[in-house]
């Protein structure tokens, strides 16, 4: 059974970066479709971007050219690169991975249903 683990979160101050990770175990990574999804206190659960598979990526507007998502099958591992963060962004980050090969429609912004593998989240707090 696939198994999630985040690392990497903290705090920053506004314009500044931060990366997490996302470890997983008792599986091979490389056949899932990895998504990062933020909580904000007092807000639902929102997807930020997606990484399909094959390495395709999805990402919701508010986070277009400032995040990046990759993957390393090799390390078991996906990362979130976060520049340029905000205010808005905090929120403690998820990874969540869904056994589909495929890709996503164009657009595509991650939903916390087509995802049933989660991990345990990290908080990011961007505050001056």
Known sequence: QL????SGGGLTQPGGSLRVSCVASGNRLERYAISW??????????????????????YRDSVKGRFTASRDNAKNTVYLQM??????????Y?????????????HYVPVVADFNIWGQGIPVTVSS
């Open 37 to 58: 999804f933020r909580q904000a206190p007092g807000k639902e659960r929102e997807g930020v971007a997606c990484i399909s598979a094959g390495g395709q990526t999805y």
């Open 83 to 92: 520049n340029d963060l905000l205010p808005s962004d905090t929120g403690v």
């Open 94 to 106: 998820f990874c969540a991975a869904d056994d589909y090969a495929g890709i996503y429609y164009p």
């Open 3 to 6: 198994q999630l683990v985040e």
